[in-house]
């Protein structure tokens, strides 16, 4: 009767492991190995027959319980050779830094462009001194023109000698006519307007004149006579006459510093010549 038992049990153990296998899962391809699963309880033992000893018979429980798949190190006893896709290498990227540089700002060389800012400023600042300085010059000469005005007082004759004078009225600067020599002596170039007016005697029907000279130069003329010639006869006429008139010169011209400016009287005969009195009718005048 033992003996019937212990082969009833042999046969249902190995249907029962035979079961457990097929139900067991195939291994998997290459993945790492869960858990053990925890086995099922095991199952009560038989019970012995009163002929038999009343100790306890060893059970063999048979688990059914399925363990999930833990992310700990569990010993697989898959066999499966893993065809999974291997890992992308890791690439290490280095990043450069730009060499363009940013806004306002350069890669040159500071000092050298400042020399050379430096030195085109003052050539600028040395042509706008010199440029300012000239036009101050100009509007100094414009604000405080060299100028005279001298007179005579008395009547004159003398055909060798310039006309000399009694006064200047204007005279700036002081010093710009030599009254004595009736000389003008110019100090600055330029243009200058020049006038001589005088009451001329043309004594006799004779003719006088008055000539402006610079460094013994005519450069003009002022004259006075009469004419004799008769028209209506075509003869000269026999009458004696005498010419009073005022006549005066006045012209432009360009003189440079250094330069004598004077007058000088020619006539014909003996007892022609420029007068004057009180009444100031003989006068030299300048003007830059």
């Not at 450069?96 to 050539?123: F, H, R, W």
């Not at 100009?138 to 004078?165: A, H, W």
């Not at 003008?184 to 001329?200: A, E, H, I, K, N």
Request: net charge positive; charged share 20%.
């Amino acid at each position: 009767m033992r003996s019937a038992i212990f082969i009833v049990l042999a046969v249902f153990c190995l249907l029962v492991i035979t079961l457990a296998d097929a139900k067991r899962p195939k291994p998997s391809k290459g993945g790492k190995g869960g858990k053990p699963s925890k086995g099922g309880k095991g199952g009560k033992g038989g019970h012995s027959s009163e002929e038999t000893q009343t100790a306890p018979s060893a059970g063999f429980g048979i688990g059914k319980g399925k363990g999930k798949p833990s992310k700990g190190k569990g010993k697989g006893k898959g066999k499966g050779k893993g065809k999974g896709k291997p890992k992308p290498p890791t690439y290490t990227t280095t990043t450069v830094a730009p060499t363009t540089t940013l806004p306002g700002s350069c890669n040159c060389d500071v000092e050298a462009i400042k020399a050379a800012v430096l030195a085109d400023i003052s050539v600028t600042i040395t042509n706008l001194e010199r440029e300012l300085n000239a036009t101050v010059a100009q509007l100094k000469n414009i604000s405080e023109p060299d100028v005279f005005s001298c007179k005579r007082m008395s009547g004159f004759s003398n055909e060798t000698v310039p006309v000399p004078y009694t006064a200047c009225d204007v005279e700036k600067p002081i010093g710009l006519v030599d009254i004595s020599t009736g000389k003008f002596t110019v100090q600055r170039d330029g243009t200058y307007r020049l006038t001589f007016t005088s009451r001329m005697s043309a004594m006799n029907g004779q003719t006088i004149r008055a000539d402006m000279y610079v460094n013994g130069v005519r450069i003009g003329r002022a004259s006075a006579s009469l004419d004799t010639f008769d028209t209506q006869t075509n003869t000269a006429s026999t009458t004696i006459l005498d010419l009073e008139t005022s006549n005066t010169l006045d012209l432009l011209y360009d003189l440079a510093a250094g330069d004598e400016v004077y007058m000088m009287i020619d006539y014909v005969g003996t007892t022609s010549l420029i007068q004057s009195s009180m009444n100031y009718q003989i006068f030299f005048t300048g003007e830059w």
